[in-house]
């Protein structure tokens, strides 16, 4: 029996093959780099189309393919492009990567091989303060006469901790007991693979400012040393429609409406009815929601009707 076949070319992006391999550097030792993908932003428009090769379609009518799906959320022709990143980081940093499931993952063994020997490192200027707003977050930076004193307490541990398990392992120490005692800041190696869909939702959590320092330096530079090469389109398309745009709730909306009649009072009503602002004592003074919608006010550069936050 005859079979007909179209013979196919594997897509490439020349951008992306030119730094195949490439370290970039994240913190004091860590790295990402990319070993392997497939798929382009021609691939996201085929896939939409259900078809194959280039047809009749255009450049600029694949970008207004690719942007109509950002914008509506339709997610799965991001699913067609996958990528692999070897990645080394400290081991704290990746409690919070490897929380985002939708990979598959490879890391490297501290039961088969000796864990490597090199930590994370903080310098005497870098010591954030924890933040009196978000109770995971920091912000500020403490002292650099006081980080002194921590950073070099923090190279005696450090120092410490590997000789006390070079020792365990220089005493046949079993690698999977001898390891129970490195710290966190001891850094690891992975290979991580993920499609495009999935990679975006990581960028767009773990790039915002309020994440911590040490896991958005690497999703800024996947982000914007690897993803906008590789598919130039979605990039723009994300950062317009995801990473920089704004939702707002249904009692944002109320609220906004009154404030686009000229009606303040009617506003800070609803407020008042949300609960997000009150006169009364016995009402909590913070309230998280109406904090973030007062962020989003300011940022479009629009006036908080109530004035001040009642912290």
Not at 251 to 269: T, V, W
Request: proline share 3%; aromatic share 10%.
């Amino acid at each position: 029996m005859n079979h007909e076949f179209e013979s196919l070319q594997r897509k490439q992006v020349k951008a992306l093959d030119e730094i195949l391999g490439k370290l970039f550097k994240v913190l004091d030792d860590g790295f990402v780099r990319v070993i392997e993908y497939m798929g382009s932003d021609s691939s996201i428009a085929q896939a939409a189309r259900v078809s194959y090769g280039k047809g009749t379609s255009q450049v600029h009518e694949d970008r207004g393919l690719i942007r109509y799906l950002m914008r509506h959320k339709h997610t799965s022709p991001f699913e067609m492009c996958e990528i692999m990143f070897h990645v080394r980081i400290p081991m704290d940093s990746w409690r919070q990567w490897i929380r985002h499931r939708t990979a598959n993952v490879n890391e490297y063994s501290t039961r088969y091989s000796i864990a490597i020997d090199a930590c994370q490192t903080t310098n005497h200027e870098q010591w954030r303060m924890q933040s009196t707003k978000n109770r995971q977050g920091s912000e500020e930076f403490l002292d650099p006469k006081a980080g002194e004193e921590l950073s070099r307490k923090e190279a005696e541990i450090q120092e410490k901790a590997r000789a006390v398990y070079n020792e365990r392992i220089e005493k046949g120490i079993a690698r999977e007991q001898a390891r129970k005692d490195l710290p966190l800041s001891t850094y690891t190696e992975a290979y991580w693979k993920i499609d495009l869909h999935n990679l975006l939702h990581f960028l767009e959590l773990r790039m915002q400012h309020n994440t911590q320092l040490e896991i958005r330096s690497y999703a800024q530079t996947i982000g914007q040393e690897v993803v906008s090469r590789w598919c130039p389109i979605t990039w723009e398309a994300f950062m317009d429609y995801w990473f920089n745009a704004v939702t707002f709730t249904a009692n944002e909306l109320n609220i906004i409406r009154e404030m686009a009649s000229g009606n303040s009072e009617k506003a800070i009503q609803l407020a008042e009815e949300f609960g997000w602002v009150s006169q009364r004592a016995d009402r909590p003074k913070r309230n998280y929601e109406r904090e973030e919608f007062e962020e989003k006010l300011r940022n479009a550069g629009i006036p908080i009707p109530w004035g001040n936050s009642n912290e």
